[in-house]
């Protein structure tokens, strides 16, 4: 009779190619997409992450490759004049000096503002009292 060899019992490696990896990330995937794309779990993907250097590397070199180009075709657009990439630019690396939107912080004292308005009403109410006595005397 033959006898089986009997291999470790549990599930198929799976295995990552990092560079596989890079290019996606290269391309603007975020790393649910990575997944996806190679068919495989988040919780998978982290593990091999974490356990070789070598993805967690692709995945930061493809990132820094996506970003060198955006970045490049950017600084293109800004010295051709495009007016919406000078404007992106600006309120991106200096949002404080260059936003659309202004904050106005006011603080008001609630109770100060109804005494005064109050007040206000009495003065009117008792100007409306006056006419009305002076409309009276005059018939």
Not at 51 to 59: G, M, T, Y
Not at 79 to 105: C, M, T
Request: with cysteine; net charge positive.
């Amino acid at each position: 009779m033959e006898q089986k060899t009997k291999g470790k019992p549990g599930r198929k490696k799976i295995i990552i190619d990092a560079e596989q990896v890079e290019m996606l990330a290269s391309q603007g995937l975020g790393i649910m997409d990575i997944c996806r794309t190679l068919g495989i779990g988040w919780d998978t993907f982290n593990k091999n992450r974490k356990r070789k250097k070598e993805i967690s590397d692709a995945l930061e070199r493809g990132k820094a490759k996506g970003m060198k180009v955006a970045t490049f075709k950017l600084m293109e657009q800004i010295h051709e004049g495009n007016f919406q990439a000078i404007q992106f630019y600006l309120k991106n690396r200096a949002p404080d000096d260059w936003s659309d939107r202004q904050e106005v912080n006011h603080n008001i004292n609630l109770k100060d503002a109804l005494s005064h308005a109050q007040t206000r009403m009495k003065v009117i109410n008792h100007q409306e009292t006056e006419q009305l006595s002076l409309k009276d005397v005059d018939k």
